[in-house]
């Protein structure tokens, strides 16, 4: 495990986006595994930076998102599918065929997770998995509990994510109580993941995940046994562990 600190927000995404713009020089098909959220907004801006002045292409990438909310449309301004349209695919060269985002608007759990996960093993298995890092030490929907969850699967949200996304919503009502995900197993399929994380907040969890022990209450600790994880987070998100080094 690589473990970067940035000096700040600007610095972590721009040395997160080099690292996702190496791999589409190396390889331009490549299959990349995305996340939503505040955190990687700001990486996504160098990618499309990047685009425009010709440096990278996403023509012939895939992508497969972590995770969206059961219950909502892809149009939804709150779904993940429009997150990531607003904040990468409308601004960049990729074919949004080629995107793929678990379908929220399907009721039938069973069938959406399995078609996901049947989908990410036909395209090959993912190139490069972007992660965030919850506060409490989730990734993608992946909460933490007694066991890692293996495959795509639908989660019921804590109340804690639930009032963290409440800020995003009219009300808290108004936030789905599920979600389909990526299971841990699936994660840890990828070839390389790169994890971003940033905030004062985010100082103690980061070195819970990253130094402390491997167990499924903190979900993301799973990650310290993959054999290829880039750990990026300002210095805010790096002031407990760099001390741990």
Do not use: W
């Amino acid at each position: 495990m690589q473990i970067v600190i940035a000096s700040d927000y600007q610095e972590m995404s721009r040395k997160a986006a080099d690292v996702i713009a190496g791999l589409l020089r190396n390889k331009p098909d490549a299959i990349l595994g995305l996340a939503t959220g505040s955190t990687p907004i700001g990486l996504y801006a160098e990618l499309v930076k990047d685009c425009e002045a010709g440096l990278i292409s996403f023509k012939d990438v895939e992508s497969f998102n972590l995770d969206e909310y059961r219950g909502l449309e892809g149009t939804h301004d709150q779904s993940y599918r429009y997150f990531m349209n607003q904040n990468l695919f409308d601004h960049v060269d990729i074919d949004k065929a080629r995107t793929h985002v678990p379908d929220g608007s399907n009721p039938d759990s069973d069938a959406a997770c399995a078609s996901y996960e049947a989908a990410i093993a036909q395209a090959g298995g993912v190139d490069l998995q972007l992660l965030g890092l919850g506060h409490n030490g989730h990734v993608g929907f992946n909460e933490p509990a007694d066991h890692f969850p293996v495959d795509t699967h639908i989660v019921d949200l804590t109340e804690s994510t639930i009032n963290a996304n409440s800020r995003l919503f009219d009300s808290i009502d108004d936030v789905p109580r599920q979600a389909y995900t990526m299971g841990i197993g699936t994660i840890m399929k990828a070839r390389s993941i790169l994890v971003v994380a940033n905030g004062t907040d985010k100082a103690q969890i980061v070195a819970d995940a990253f130094c402390g022990p491997v167990v499924p209450q903190v979900p993301a600790s799973v990650l310290q046994l993959h054999p290829s994880v880039t750990v990026i987070v300002d210095a805010e998100a790096g002031s407990i562990i760099k001390d741990r080094l």
